[in-house]
């Protein structure tokens, strides 16, 4: 059986968000660029390494000003998210810590993050930069180039991974807790048991 998994990316515009999905699913790059209108959503099945066939839905939105505070709709559901910000634009890493990072956890408290810098190509000094903002919260942190690919397809399955065990856990606990709440109210009931 294969898994859904829905990953959403988020990020300022023209960090890369675009480059980095058509380099995981068509391991491809163009130099030509259209920033992202709104939402766009892909669906396809990925093998990942020790998990097998997972089906994933990919939401890609527009890192663009006006479309900051996204419709509920993006997070809605959401297994794992990546944040992607660019390397040489310090900016795009401080909006993540005060705008990006803070309105995903209103909407998707405990799902999996990875943050991701990126073009790393165009400044190769940033893979030795500890970041404070993803050590401080315990997110996953890497490295990526969407124009040579390094790390972009390791990243996409360490982020299927985390998004399928995050699925597991949490229809785990709704069942224990559904068998907790059952035996709650066969608790509370006169009838006699014994
Ligand atoms: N050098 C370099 N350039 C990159 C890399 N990734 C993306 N770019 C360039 O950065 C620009 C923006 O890339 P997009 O993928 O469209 O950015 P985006 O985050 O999707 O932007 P919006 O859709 O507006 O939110 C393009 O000109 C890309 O060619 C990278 O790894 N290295
Ligand atoms: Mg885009």
Redesign the pocket.
Known sequence: MSEVVKLILC??????????V?RFLMDD????????YAITKFTQDVEVEGLGKVKVDLW?????ERFKTLHSGFYHGAHVAIL?F?STRKLTYRNLQDTWYPELRKYRENIPVLVIA?????NQKATTIKFGFPAKHGLYMNY?????GRNVVQVFHDALRAGVKYKKDISLHSFSEMITQELADWDDSDEDVS
């Open positions: 990020g300022d515009s023209a960090v890369g968000k675009s480059k980095l058509e790059y163009s130099k030509h660029t259209s920033s992202t890609d939105t527009a890192g663009q992607v660019d990126n073009k790393i190509d165009e990526t180039s969407a124009a040579d």
